[in-house]
């Protein structure tokens, strides 16, 4: 499975942009798949991962109510609508999938496979 992300770039302050993964593979639909982002100087976090059907959804507790993760597996992509961003959102997400599980919180060591990211910067 290739994972390429899309979508992001520089906005302002509460402003919105939404995110795309799109996997190529025919197993992308038995994939758990996460959002995570790493800030300049940070650790990796847990952004959100949305299970194979759609049924399970997580959220960090810094983007609950904001994000919205989405997945449509006959296209082969999943989605993270980012709303309300602040700067503290500036980071590079990355895209990964997972044969089982994406756990809430995880720091995504062991996931199958990753994106290469994309860059998001929210100016204040």
């Known amino acids: 499975v290739q994972l390429v992300e899309s979508g992001g770039g520089l906005v302002q302050a509460g402003g919105s942009l939404r995110l795309s993964c799109a996997a190529s593979g025919r197993t992308f639909g038995s994939f758990a798949m996460g959002w995570f982002r790493q800030a300049p100087g940070k650790e990796r976090e847990f952004v959100s991962a949305i299970n194979w059907s759609g049924g399970r959804i997580d959220y960090a507790d810094s983007v609950q109510g904001r994000f919205t993760i989405s997945r449509d597996n006959a296209k082969n992509t999943v989605y993270l609508q980012m709303n309300s961003l602040k700067p503290e959102d500036t980071a590079v997400y990355y895209c990964?999938?997972?044969?089982?599980?994406?756990?809430?919180?995880?720091?995504?060591?062991?996931?199958?496979?990753w994106g290469k990211g994309t860059l998001v910067t929210v100016s204040s």
């Open positions: 990964a999938a997972n044969q089982y599980s994406i756990p809430a919180g995880t720091a995504g060591n062991g996931m199958d496979y």
